[in-house]
């Protein structure tokens, strides 16, 4: 794992911590070469309140996020949004997990797979792409899907983020 994959992990970690309560504090050494050849050791830390700082910039400054979850698939239909202020820019997991603190119809549900997290569920929607070809779509704002997933793709600033429920091969 790179020194910013182990600082990505310790980011998710430490916030889940804190969002539960428990506070956190991470210490992970890593050790690499520098450009003359040297090797390298460090040990970042991350506490409450104080991110952890990658060097390929995640977890980096503050920025402001909006999140929709639309379905006009089902019964019960509903299109939501949510808008986050001020957050440390990181995976769109970690946004997602803030908006369901903030609506409850953000709430999700998912497993790790082969490529990261994959929801499957959102405001008690569950999809299932073997039994009807429904899964959960993202696109931004212009509706163009994202080539990574809620555990990969890093929102930029003022980034609007859509799930919505589909059906169909184009998974």
């Known amino acids: 794992m790179t020194q910013c994959n182990n600082g990505i992990a310790a980011g998710v970690i430490a916030s889940i911590l804190v969002a ?13 070469t520098d450009s ?3 090797t390298t050791t460090s040990t970042p830390s991350t506490a409450t309140g104080n991110a952890y700082q990658t060097p390929c910039g995640v977890c980096g400054p503050r920025i402001d996020v909006a999140l929709s979850v639309v379905n006009t698939l089902v019964e019960p239909h509903f299109n939501l949004s949510v808008e986050l202020y001020g957050m440390r820019q990181q995976e769109l997991i970690v946004y997602l997990a803030e908006a369901a603190t903030k609506r409850k119809e953000f709430r999700f549900a998912g497993y790790f797979g082969q490529f990261g997290f994959f929801i499957d569920t959102i405001n008690g929607l569950k999809a299932d792409f073997k039994l009807n070809k429904t899964w959960w779509r993202i696109t931004d704002q212009d509706m163009v899907a994202l080539q990574l997933g809620v555990s990969s ?19």
Not at 20 to 28: D, E, F, M, R
Not at 153 to 168: A, M, N
């Open 153 to 171: 793709y890093v929102p930029e600033h003022q980034e609007t983020l859509i799930f919505t429920f589909v059906q169909g091969d184009g998974h």
């Open 36 to 38: 003359n050849g040297t």
């Open 20 to 32: 539960a309560g428990l506070g956190a504090s991470v210490y992970i050494t890593t050790t690499g």
